[in-house]
């Protein structure tokens, strides 16, 4: 498969090959191997920098079948989904000092609880990662990110022993991405990880080292080899097989190694098997999302009163032309922000459609949704051109997208300070990207928001397919002038990989969304967006 990397179109092949061997290791080796974990992950690192040495992947391959093998962190992930979490009463005192600002007092409860678990050698430690992953409101910065689940990150990192730091920094950067299923695995695998931080094995193990003649010898050597049954006909190459098949086959491992679960391991392998012959897909009724009804936007919709709202202000700064402001308001506690959507807009289903795709990329969303107000915003006299200063409350329904409020600082465009870190123009890059491949409009830096800890999030993202043709604009900050083709290729290679897990996501929120005749359009554009982009940046 390395050869791809020669072929125009190959490097996101190679970008994916990579990210499953990366998922591999946490999914299929013993937690056991600390050093062939660290240094597998390792040479996959240095493979991906350098791709023109394909010897590093024998490198890994010889490496990696020394190692034990069992598929344990499955086990408990789909022990621990099925139970409940038993909330304590609990004083807050050791996660104190891992206290930041924005965090709320039921992620520091969940932060005391780990430690209290932790230090005593509780497995039930998931369950509280379980609580964690369901917290969607930002919290305090913690590795330049806001999700709650990050302070089960920090909490880990003061337990794990000297050898541990280079799994920790791998497990952290796998989690990192977002649209990635596999994620809340990564957690769950060093959560174990520091639970059984004594029974590792930290011995360094021999493995053969090839070098490009060496790559080059083995290719010409091989020889044909016949797949197994399970290979083929497997759940994640057919879904007509179905999940209890794959459980018992595809998952099978061979002299699998339990022996870190003890007497539980048997029960929780076959607990697992059990769960998923009942999550067969060939035995559960099928259930399919209605398309909106574009003959009536409305149907649908949740109905919300401007009677429920305080603190209601129009936000008129920035506005220009005749757009409609947003409107700032708090609704049961939390502060939202709510922009008008009429016909013109395609009442709010671009943005909402853009929004929704954001964690397929990786990048943050608003947590948007559409409801139906009672209150819409109008003119006071409609021959002044602008809303501003000439806005009033007309009692008649309206279509609005109701987002989760971002505390910023202003746009990126008058910011650009910020740029100078490498971090955040990679994901100024990657927002570009994300936006240019569904064309949407408004693609540029003015909307794209920036906190004073350097946290970017796009918005005003709708008309896919629309009337923007390019992705960059005349005179753009984006431009080889401030951006290496280095850094272009690492970001255009995140937004390419598990292309084909992200054309289906995205495809079935099309079809939901009503956009079937974009889905063509969108297919094309994904798979020779490399040549796109490229032909735009000089």
Not at 85 to 92: A, E, F, M, P, R
Not at 384 to 397: A, C, D, H, P
Not at 500 to 522: P, V
Request: glycine fraction near 6%; charge should be neutral.
């Amino acid at each position: 498969m390395s050869l791809f990397q020669d072929h125009p179109k190959g490097s996101g092949l190679i970008t994916n090959l990579i990210n499953r061997l990366k998922i591999l290791i946490m999914e299929d080796l013993s937690c056991k191997e600390v050093y062939i974990i660290s240094e597998c992950s390792r040479i996959l690192n240095e493979y991906d920098k350098d791709r023109s040495q394909r010897h590093l992947l024998l490198d890994f391959c010889d490496l990696i079948v020394k190692g034990k093998r069992n598929r344990i962190i499955s086990y408990i992930n789909n022990w621990y989904r099925h139970k409940s979490y038993d909330k304590k009463d609990i004083v807050l005192d050791k996660v104190l000092k891992y206290k930041r600002e924005g965090d709320s007092d039921e992620l520091l409860l969940l932060g005391e609880d780990l430690i209290h678990r932790l230090e005593k050698g509780e497995e039930s430690i998931f369950l509280i990662f379980n609580e964690m992953m369901k917290i969607k409101e930002n919290m305090g910065l913690r590795y330049r990110r806001r999700e709650a689940s990050y302070l089960w990150f920090e909490i880990l990192k003061d337990y794990m022993w000297p050898g541990l730091e280079n799994v920790y920094g791998f497990c952290l950067q796998m989690f990192m991405r977002r649209g990635m299923k596999e994620r809340p695995y990564f957690g769950i695998w060093l959560g174990y990880i520091a639970l059984k931080r004594d029974d590792l094995d930290y011995s360094i193990k021999d493995y053969s080292k090839y070098d490009s003649e060496g790559f080059d010898e083995y290719r010409i050597n091989m020889t044909k080899i016949e797949m197994d049954d399970y290979v083929v006909n497997d759940y994640h190459v057919n879904k007509g097989f179905g999940l209890g098949k794959f459980a018992e086959e595809g998952a099978y491992v061979k002299d699998e190694d339990l022996s870190l679960l003890g007497e539980k391991g048997p029960e929780y392998k076959k607990y697992y098997i059990e769960m998923k012959h009942k999550c067969d897909p060939k035995k559960k009724k099928k259930t399919h999302k209605n398309n909106i009804d574009k003959s009536n936007p409305f149907i649908g919709l949740k109905e919300l009163s401007f009677d429920k709202f305080s603190e209601v202000k129009i936000i008129e700064e920035g506005v220009c032309g005749g757009k409609v402001p947003c409107i700032d308001i708090i609704y049961e506690g939390k502060r939202y922000i709510l922009k008008q959507m009429g016909n013109s807009m395609n009442y709010g289903r671009d943005y909402l459609f853009m929004d929704e795709c954001k964690s397929i990329f990786d990048l943050w969303s608003m947590n948007m949704k559409r409801v139906v107000c009672d209150k819409k915003l109008i003119k006071k006299d409609p021959n002044i051109k602008t809303f501003v200063n000439n806005t009033s409350f007309n009692t008649e329904k309206s279509i609005y997208c109701m987002m989760d409020y971002y505390e910023n600082i202003g746009d990126l465009g008058r910011n650009k300070e910020y740029l100078k870190d490498e971090f955040v123009m990679k994901e100024c890059l990657k927002i570009r990207l994300f936006d240019g491949l569904f064309r949407s409009s408004d693609n540029n830096m003015r909307n794209i928001l920036v906190d004073k800890d350097g946290e970017l999030l796009s918005i005003d993202e709708g008309d896919i397919f629309g009337k923007r043709i390019n992705i960059f604009n005349k005179h753009d900050w984006i431009s080889p002038k401030n951006i290496s083709k280095a850094i272009l290729d690492e970001v255009l290679d995140d937004i390419s990989s598990e292309k084909d897990m992200k054309t289906k996501l995205i495809t079935k929120k099309m079809i939901q969304y009503g956009f079937s005749d974009k889905i063509d359009e969108f297919k094309t554009r994904f798979n020779d967006y490399e040549n796109i982009l490229m032909g735009e940046w000089k």
